[in-house]
């Protein structure tokens, strides 16, 4: 199973940017997909999740600027950020939980992919 994340780059603040992630590879079903970021000399940490049934759930930093949706006939996760703020720059990271057979699952990662929001 594969995650390859696209859609980063360098914006002013207050402008808008999405990212993408799309999950390839041995699967049964994606159950869970979400993303997480980490700063310069932070900890990695949670931004939003989406269900297989596409609820959603946000950071509270994000909460109103951040939409998280997906597409499972793709079986790729979205995150439209709008309104950003140089206190979003991290490299983003994509992770979904994926069933590789009926039974059992598995977390796996994206290689990340870095937003730098300037002032």
């Known amino acids: 199973v594969q995650l390859q994340a696209s859609g980063g780059g360098l914006v002013q603040a207050g402008r808008s940017l999405t990212l993408s992630c799309a999950v390839s590879?041995?699967?049964?079903?994606?159950?869970?997909m979400g993303w997480y970021r980490q700063a310069p000399g932070k900890q990695r940490e949670f931004v939003a999740v989406?269900?297989?049934?596409?609820?959603?759930t946000y950071a509270e930093p994000v909460k109103g600027r951040f939409t998280i949706s997906r597409d499972n006939a793709k079986n790729t996760v979205y995150l439209r950020m709008n309104s950003l703020k140089p206190e979003d720059t991290a490299v983003y990271y994509c992770?979904?939980?994926?069933?590789?057979?009926?039974?059992?699952?598995?977390?796996?990662w994206g290689q990340g992919t870095q937003v730098t929001v300037s002032s």
């Open positions: 992770s979904a939980n994926v069933s590789p057979t009926p039974q059992g699952a598995e977390l796996y």
């Open positions: 590879g041995n699967i049964f079903r994606v159950n869970t």
């Open positions: 989406t269900t297989s049934g596409g609820a959603p």
